[in-house]
Each structure stands twice: as structure tokens, then as C-alpha cells.
């Protein structure tokens, strides 16, 4: 009988790798994809994009959750304390690492308390003027902008958003002085600069190109440092006589820190996939974005060249949130 126990108990253990291995495979139940914004938004969208693909893949549901407020934070600082095992991720924009310059004391570091997955798109800002100021280019602007010290208006979003900020990091790069009049959203500071009240806006391409097309406001330049297949035409800022001008939106999938490495390269691999898909590549296109899947490497060093380059921009512009 004894000998008949030791082998059973031999068997057991034997086993319960096997059965461990079999009941912790990820994904083994649904997953949260935490957007902190509401719905309708770019991230939102982006995010149920990536949410289906992986839906689809993964063979569990990837439901999209939004927890908006604070500029990103709230739902941010969810993810950043949650369990790090892969069933609750972060879908947010560029913010993610412009926040901890405008926000001194905030509950989680943006950095250390995620690991990051992948890039998912990149959304080229557009540098638009009203057609009656007498510039086609962007040195054409910054000559004017020089002669005449803020005689200029340019008109943002919103305080401390990524227009602004382009703004802010054209005036440090060019040495021109103008005044920045802030607005709440891109729809007003269009309409005002389209009625002469702002001369030029730095703007997402989607809400922006409809008035270009147009001929309501003049497009001189995309902020990328590679020209936008959406117009290729066009040329950029850099190319534009202000080397190493690169400044855009993105959106990237983060992990709380901690998350096993095989369960962060899986779900990047998997973002690739979804992102080289056509019908997943024309989606994007119509919003203006471009695919940038990455690998979890290669993402984690660029939230960190971006946080640097945003503090440096928040800092030397002075820049505050509303």
C-alpha cells in the first residue's frame, strides 16, 4: 500500500507542472483595457481598435473601460496599481509623459510604474496659417515673425496640449516671439483662425485638412520628421530650414510595472500583427494616424527620449496646465 501511495504521490507531482502550466496560459480571461478618457476621443477609438485585434487573437475579450479625468491620470494611476499580470493595460496619448512636467505631485511615476508594450500610431500635427497673411513657407514665417516681434497670434487647443506645445518648441527652435491665445478645443481656435482673430495653429491633421482642402486656412508644414503619407506634398519643419524639429501625438499600450516579460512581449507581438493588417492600417489612415507598432524595448526608449524632450519644451516655454 505504501508503495502504491509513493507512486501516486510521485505522479501527482509529476503532474501538477503540467496542470499549472495548463491554467495559468495568458490569456486564460477576459482582459481590461483601461482608457482614461471618455469615449468618441482619439484614445478611445485607438484604443477599441487595438482592443478587437487583440480580442481576436488572444481569444479573450479585451474590454475597453474608460475612466476619464485629470488629464489622463485617473485612469492612468488605475493601471499603474493594478496586478502586474497582464489582465489590465493602459491605452493613452503622448500626455502619458508630459503630464509629470506640468503636474509637479502626481500618485504614480509614468515611467516606473508601467512597462511599456508598444506604440501604436503617431498623429502628425499640421502647421496651418489664414490665406491673408502673406506667407506660402515656413521661413517666408519665420522672416515675418522676425520682423515684426508678436505681430503674431497663434492659437491652440488648449493650454499645455500637444499644439501648444509644438507652438512653445517652434518659438525656442526659430527664435521668434509670438503670443499664444488658448482656446477649449481645436474646433474654436479653427473658427477664429479661419475669421483672421489667430494667424496661424499648429492642429491635428484630421480636424484641420477639411479647411485646408478648402482653402479656408493654408497648410505650410507637418511636424513630423518625416512627411505624412496623408499629404506628401507637404513638406516638414525640418526639411523647412528648422533642423531636428519633431514634434507629433502618439498612442501607446503600457502594462502596470512588473508584468511578466513573456506576457509584455506577447501582447506587443500581437499589436504588430494587428497594426500591419490593411483594413487595420486604412481604419488609421482615415483618422489621419500612422501604424507604429514597436517592440517593448524600443517603446520604453522612446517614452523616455519624449518625457525628456517634453520637460525641456514645458520648461523652457514656462508652459502651465489650465
Request: aromatic content about 6%; proline content about 9%; overall charge positive.
Amino acid at each position: 500500500m505504501k508503495n502504491w501511495i509513493r507512486v501516486l504521490a510521485a505522479l501527482l507531482v509529476a503532474c501538477l507542472p503540467l496542470a499549472l502550466a495548463a491554467q495559468g496560459a495568458y490569456p486564460h480571461k477576459p482582459i481590461r483595457m483601461i482608457v482614461p478618457y471618455p469615449p468618441g476621443g482619439p484614445t478611445d477609438v485607438l484604443g477599441r481598435i487595438v482592443a478587437q485585434k487583440l480580442s481576436e487573437s488572444l481569444g479573450q475579450q479585451v474590454v475597453v473601460e474608460n475612466r476619464p479625468g485629470a488629464s489622463g491620470m485617473i485612469g492612468s494611476e488605475l493601471v499603474a496599481k493594478a496586478a502586474p499580470d497582464g489582465y489590465t493595460l493602459l491605452t493613452n496619448a503622448s500626455i502619458h509623459v508630459i503630464n509629470p512636467s506640468l503636474y509637479p505631485k502626481m500618485n504614480f511615476d509614468a515611467l516606473r510604474d508601467f512597462a511599456p508594450v508598444s506604440l501604436i500610431a503617431q498623429v502628425p500635427l499640421i502647421l496651418v496659417v489664414n490665406p491673408s497673411l502673406p506667407v506660402k513657407s515656413v521661413q517666408e514665417l519665420i522672416a515675418l515673425a522676425k520682423a515684426e516681434p508678436n505681430r503674431l497670434n497663434f492659437g491652440s487647443s488648449g493650454n499645455a496640449a500637444a499644439p501648444h506645445l509644438a507652438g512653445e518648441s517652434f518659438k525656442i527652435a526659430t527664435g521668434v516671439q509670438m503670443q499664444h491665445v488658448p482656446y477649449k478645443g481645436s474646433a474654436p481656435a479653427l473658427t477664429d483662425l479661419i475669421g483672421g482673430q489667430v494667424q496661424l495653429i499648429f492642429d491635428s491633421m484630421p480636424s484641420a485638412m477639411p479647411h485646408v482642402k478648402s482653402g479656408k486656412i493654408r497648410a505650410l508644414a507637418v511636424t513630423t520628421a518625416k512627411r505624412s503619407p496623408t499629404v506628401p506634398d507637404l513638406p516638414t519643419i525640418a526639411e523647412s530650414g528648422v533642423p531636428g524639429f519633431d514634434i507629433s501625438t502618439w498612442y501607446g499600450v503600457w502594462a502596470p510595472a512588473g508584468t511578466p516579460r513573456d506576457i509584455v512581449n506577447k501582447i506587443a507581438a500581437e499589436i504588430g500583427k494587428a497594426l500591419n493588417q490593411p483594413a487595420v492600417r486604412e481604419r488609421l489612415a482615415a483618422l489621419g494616424a500612422e501604424p507604429a507598432g514597436n517592440t517593448p524595448e524600443e517603446f520604453a526608449a522612446y517614452c523616455q527620449s519624449e518625457l525628456a524632450k517634453w520637460s525641456k519644451i514645458v520648461r523652457e516655454s514656462g508652459a502651465k496646465a489650465d
